[in-house]
């Protein structure tokens, strides 16, 4: 039997448009808190809402994007989006206050949350079933290597060609990410959602939500709060414990092994079930955060920075797989938004809580309490998905056996 083909015209184009989609929103989570400082004459605090106004906004207008979805289609709300976010990016140079850096980010952070919603929607139609887990974990490598590429981007722009350079290539990003979207040609029931009708009885704020992804969005949203001090935070560590120069290079050691691992992780997903890759992917994220307490050296530090990379960059693509997989073909944009919405108020609650808890313990102590965490999360995991994916892959290999003999 000839396996179902993956990497299409389409595939291809929304996973380039998601790359420069979060290339900018990387490349501007780490320079505009600098440029606030700097040239807008703001406080750290103010900096810090910079990010916090950008994912409110997106968690926000997500229930919404999912709703748009289906009256409207996935392609109309995905372009609408992706103008939003460009005009946002064409804004930023003209921009000569906090406030107005706050309302802006705010348009950006809209344009932001309906993007990523759409696009997920998208890439959930256009990937085979049977290569499902595979072509999520392609799909979530985009977001994964701009998360590298996007902040050594801006601050190299910022440092050596200063900020009227630094937002034209913003700009560009951000053209490169609609142009990319605009490249797709898909088929009239994946692009059209005219015919798509609401189920009965989803109306006020029930209808915003889709309830079969919102177990699985919980879990992973607990193990945002652990990705948080991560993504937020290790730079600030590394400092504290001599390892700055290292650093640096963290991010890269974490997308170099995941995008070792991929290939084989997303088709054991689609072979074996996700239980068989979560559990495992669990034990590892855990691992890497017990080492990272443990760092002395470089060496040791940038090993932690691989163990990461390959537990938590084979959970998240897995969660939201799941999450998509659970809906109704015709539910899938809106599970997007729950699973994104939920996963985000997850990083901006655990970014906080992290910076409250560090004015009272060390980055070393929260990275060890951490790995703790993220076994219980194991237990949590079990209680709202294992089970039921153990008894539902037992029932499938019942079927096939049924089915051979």
Not at 64 to 84: D, N, P, Q
Not at 253 to 282: C, E, H, Q, S
Not at 317 to 332: H, L, V
Request: charged residues 10%.
């Amino acid at each position: 039997m000839n396996e179902q083909k993956l990497w299409t015209r389409n595939f291809l184009s929304i996973s380039i448009s998601s790359f420069f989609l979060f290339l900018t929103f990387y490349y501007l989570l780490v320079t505009l808190p600098i440029y606030a400082i700097h040239d807008l004459n703001g406080v750290p605090a103010q900096a810090g809402l910079i990010v916090t106004i950008f994912l409110v906004a997106a968690i926000v207008i997500r229930p919404f994007a999912g709703k748009w979805i289906e009256r409207h289609g996935k392609r109309k709300v995905l372009l609408s989006s992706l103008l939003i976010f460009l005009i946002g990016s064409l804004l930023y140079s003209s921009i000569n206050s906090m406030n107005g850096l706050f309302a802006l980010r705010f348009l950006h952070g809209i344009g932001f949350g309906m993007a990523t919603t759409a696009a997920g929607a998208i890439v959930a139609d256009i990937i085979p079933e049977s290569r499902r887990g595979e072509g999520m974990g392609y799909y979530a490598m985009s977001m994964n290597l701009a998360m590298v590429i996007g902040p050594f981007l801006g601050l190299t722009a910022m440092d050596q060609w200063g900020t009227g350079i630094m937002f034209s290539i913003c700009i560009f990003t951000a053209v490169f990410s609609l142009v990319s979207g605009l490249l797709m040609t898909l088929p009239k029931d994946a692009a059209d959602g005219s015919k798509v009708v609401p189920a009965a009885g989803r109306t006020g704020i029930k209808g915003l939500f889709e309830a079969s992804a919102i177990s699985i969005a919980l879990v992973a949203g607990l193990f945002a709060l652990v990705y948080a001090s991560i993504l937020s935070f290790v730079s600030v560590y590394a400092r504290e414990i001599g390892l700055m120069q290292a650093a640096s290079y963290f991010f890269v050691v974490y997308a170099v092994v995941m995008l070792m691992a991929r290939p084989f992780t997303g088709k054991w997903f689609d072979r074996y079930g996700a239980n068989v890759i979560i559990y495992p992917a669990i034990l590892i994220f855990a691992a890497g955060m017990v080492l990272l307490s443990l760092a002395g050296t470089s060496v040791s530090f940038l090993i932690a920075a691989g163990l990461i990379g390959l537990g938590w960059g084979t959970l998240f693509p897995s969660f939201q797989t799941i999450a998509i997989q659970s809906a109704e073909p015709k539910k899938r944009g809106l599970a997007t938004a729950t699973f994104l919405s939920i996963f985000d108020i997850g990083i901006g609650a655990g970014s906080f809580i992290v910076g409250v808890l560090t004015a009272k313990i060390s980055f070393s102590t929260l990275y060890f309490a951490s790995s703790f965490f993220i076994l219980g999360c194991l237990a949590v995991y079990y209680l709202l998905h294992g089970r039921k994916e153990a008894a539902l892959h037992a029932a499938a290999m019942v079927e096939t056996e049924k089915q051979s003999a």
